[in-house]
Nanobody, 121 residues
Framework: QVQLVESGGGLVQPGGSLRLSCAASGSIFSINSMGWYRQAPGLQRELVAVIRGSTSTNYADFVEGRFTISRDNAKNTVYLQMNSLKPEDTAVYYC???????????????WGQGTQVTVSS
């Protein structure tokens, strides 16, 4: 099994910054991608950013160059640096890892427990 532990959420004023971290542990054979999703009240969960390998990244349109996703392969950790935060970025942010726990296991989606990000003055 793979466990994901997130940290770094909190309350920040508009225009401020936060850095989210997500460490994967447990039985990890390989990781295809690591990413961040978010879900605001009453809305569906949506992709924020994803990273494959060390440098292949994709961002949602609403990011508009404000967020940066990065990854430390040695630590199986993914980060999301969020700058110029807006009130509409308020949501629960979830870490996602797609990978295998064993050599012959199925490719599986793993989710963290979520961390609250609130942008408010």
């Amino acid at each position: 099994q793979v466990q994901l532990v997130e940290s770094g959420g909190g309350l920040v004023q508009p225009g401020g910054s936060l850095r989210l971290s997500c460490a994967a542990s447990g039985s990890i054979f390989s990781i295809n991608s690591m990413g961040w999703y978010r879900q605001a009240p009453g809305l569906q969960r949506e992709l924020v950013a994803v990273i494959r390998g060390s440098t292949s990244t994709n961002y949602a349109d609403f990011v508009e160059g404000r967020f940066t996703i990065s990854r430390d392969n040695a630590k199986n950790t993914v980060y999301l640096q969020m700058n110029s935060l807006k009130p509409e970025d308020t949501a629960v942010y979830y870490c996602n890892v797609v990978g295998r726990s064993t050599e012959w296991g199925a490719v599986t989606n793993y989710w963290g427990q979520g961390t609250q990000v609130t942008v408010s003055s």
